[in-house]
């Protein structure tokens, strides 16, 4: 859609919307001229040099080179800059907390890891990320004033208004203001959003997702979710639930809880803990299975990747597992794509690493139940950034504030 032409005078406060969309015109499509720009915004040439030179001034676009056309004379070429700004992404996982220091091109300059200790308080694991956050930012590596904002991946229901983590099974909490807890400590803006929604993000921002319109990230780790992406946008939903999609009930036998203490739930059958609950409990059944050599005895060291091992190794139990559990898993995503009829399907998350006995299986459940009478071929994918998909998201976060000029100083919320 066209925007309609402005004068070339454009009140104050009016200032960051237009800059704004010029960025992001240069941010989607770099190398573009000047006379390009104003062809696409409708903006006045006038104003398209008022702004660019603004841009310039304020070190978010630079000017290269001259690029030949084949007629005409010569002109030079914009584009973002994002080489020389930072931003710290954060993955709040239940295991481990994972962060990263990149610029806003996703050059990644340091990264750590830390374990979560879920168990312990709120209070206390917001502490961590704070750590995590400050080591980050102590650097000599990178001109650490140029550090935007952290942007940071949650396992639960957020509510990116209020900043308050209303629901999260996997943590047990309820109703957590993660706003709060960030800001006495971390002196930067900050920003946070629901992990599956975060990777969905980050696909769009620096993946394969760029390609598409509409795509569905599905997350499978240690419980289940996705993110929505429609016409290029996260989808919500009316109160911020949508992609809730490990809490769809499936029918299954039932044998295992999950984490918000329904039986029927995906989590409970295809998740990381589902596929090494399922897979103790088999053996415990009286089963054979190399699972007991490989953990030693130790039936609380099985997790999903030892399952895969297992099933490397021609494993019966292990099979079966994953059989079942990639069943599961792929029949509901069937029903995602029955749906939404998306472009693509990525998968991310530490069980999707997980190679052939993840893969194999889950795709063959995907076909088989999918309705597609055009016999097209679902583009089913996995995250471009595997099972780092969360922290770059995160980094996105950041980078798509600044794009949109609510960043360095200028967002609503906290600084
Ligand atoms: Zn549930």
Same mark, same amino acid.
């Given at each position: 859609?066209?925007?309609?032409?402005?004068?070339?005078?454009?009140?104050?406060?009016?200032?960051?919307?237009?800059?704004?969309?010029?960025?992001?015109?240069?941010?989607?499509?770099?190398?573009?001229?000047?006379?390009?720009?104003?062809?696409?915004?409708?903006?006045?040439?006038?104003?398209?040099?008022?702004?660019?030179?603004?841009?310039?001034? !304020?070190?978010?676009?630079?000017?290269?080179?001259?690029?030949?056309?084949?007629?005409?004379?010569?002109?030079?070429?914009?584009?973002?800059?994002?080489?020389?700004?930072?931003?710290? *992404?954060?993955?709040?996982?239940?295991?481990?907390?994972? *962060?990263?220091?990149?610029? @806003?091109?996703?050059?990644?300059?340091?990264?750590?890891?830390?374990?979560?200790?879920?168990?312990?308080?709120?209070?206390?694991?917001?502490?961590?990320?704070?750590?995590?956050? !400050?080591?980050?930012?102590?650097?000599?590596?990178?001109?650490?004033?140029?550090?935007?904002?952290? *942007?940071?991946?949650?396992?639960?229901?957020?509510?990116?208004?209020?900043?308050?983590?209303?629901?999260?099974?996997?943590?047990?909490?309820?109703?957590?203001?993660?706003?709060?807890?960030?800001?006495?400590?971390?002196? @930067?803006?900050? /920003?946070?959003?629901? $992990?599956?929604?975060?990777?969905?993000?980050?696909?769009?921002?620096?993946?394969?997702?760029?390609?598409?319109?509409?795509?569905?990230?599905?997350?499978?780790?240690?419980?289940?979710?996705?993110?929505?992406?429609?016409?290029?946008? /996260?989808?919500?939903?009316?109160?911020?639930?949508?992609? !809730?999609? *490990?809490?769809?009930?499936?029918?299954?036998?039932?044998? !295992?809880?999950?984490?918000?203490?329904?039986?029927?739930?995906?989590? =409970?059958?295809?998740?990381?803990?589902?596929?090494?609950?399922?897979?103790?409990?088999?053996?415990?059944?009286?089963?054979?299975?190399?699972?007991?050599?490989?953990?030693?005895?130790?039936?609380? =060291?099985?997790?999903?990747?030892?399952?895969?091992?297992?099933?490397?190794?021609?494993?019966?139990?292990?099979?079966?597992?994953?059989?079942?559990?990639?069943?599961? /898993?792929?029949?509901?995503?069937?029903?995602?794509?029955?749906?939404?009829?998306?472009?693509?399907?990525?998968?991310?998350?530490?069980?999707?690493?997980?190679?052939?006995?993840?893969?194999?299986?889950?795709?063959?459940? $995907?076909?088989?139940?999918?309705?597609?009478?055009?016999?097209?071929? /679902?583009?089913?994918?996995?995250?471009?950034?595997?099972?780092?998909?969360?922290?770059?998201?995160?980094?996105?976060?950041?980078?798509?504030?600044?794009?949109?000029?609510?960043?360095?100083?200028?967002?609503?919320?906290?600084?």
């Amino acid at each position: 859609m066209k925007t309609p032409a402005i004068p070339s005078f454009v009140p104050e406060h009016l200032n960051n919307v237009t800059n704004a969309t010029i960025l992001k015109i240069v941010y989607k499509n770099p190398g573009i001229s000047r006379n390009e720009i104003a062809r696409i915004s409708g903006y006045s040439s006038a104003t398209i040099t008022r702004i660019i030179e603004s841009l310039l001034k !304020e070190d978010m676009v630079e000017e290269k080179g001259h690029r030949s056309l084949p007629k005409g004379r010569p002109r030079k070429s914009l584009f973002f800059k994002g080489h020389n700004k930072y931003a710290i *992404g954060i993955d709040l996982g239940t295991t481990y907390i994972r *962060g990263v220091l990149a610029n @806003l091109e996703m050059d990644v300059y340091k990264e750590i890891e830390v374990v979560t200790e879920a168990h312990k308080s709120p209070e206390y694991v917001f502490d961590k990320v704070c750590d995590v956050v !400050e080591k980050l930012r102590n650097t000599t590596l990178v001109d650490n004033t140029k550090i935007m904002g952290v *942007g940071l991946a949650i396992a639960g229901i957020v509510n990116t208004s209020t900043g308050i983590v209303e629901y999260s099974p996997a943590f047990n909490w309820r109703n957590i203001n993660a706003r709060e807890l960030l800001s006495k400590k971390i002196g @930067l803006p900050h /920003l946070f959003d629901n $992990v599956s929604r975060v990777m969905a993000f980050g696909e769009l921002k620096f993946g394969k997702g760029e390609e598409y319109n509409d795509f569905i990230m599905i997350n499978v780790g240690f419980g289940i979710g996705a993110g929505i992406v429609l016409n290029k946008k /996260l989808f919500y939903g009316t109160d911020g639930m949508a992609g !809730e999609f *490990g809490h769809i009930p499936v029918c299954g036998d039932g044998l !295992e809880k999950c984490t918000c203490g329904k039986n029927t739930c995906l989590t =409970a059958y295809a998740s990381g803990e589902a596929i090494a609950k399922r897979a103790v409990r088999k053996i415990k059944s009286g089963k054979k299975s190399k699972l007991v050599d490989l953990c030693e005895g130790n039936f609380q =060291a099985i997790d999903a990747k030892m399952v895969a091992e297992a099933y490397s190794m021609n494993d019966s139990v292990a099979i079966e597992t994953f059989r079942e559990s990639t069943e599961y /898993l792929g029949s509901s995503i069937a029903g995602l794509v029955n749906v939404f009829n998306p472009q693509a399907i990525f998968i991310g998350g530490g069980v999707s690493l997980n190679g052939p006995a993840f893969w194999n299986n889950m795709e063959k459940s $995907v076909n088989s139940h999918v309705f597609n009478h055009r016999s097209t071929k /679902l583009n089913l994918l996995p995250a471009t950034y595997l099972d780092k998909a969360a922290i770059y998201g995160s980094v996105g976060l950041i980078l798509d504030e600044v794009i949109n000029f609510k960043l360095p100083g200028k967002q609503k919320k906290d600084s």
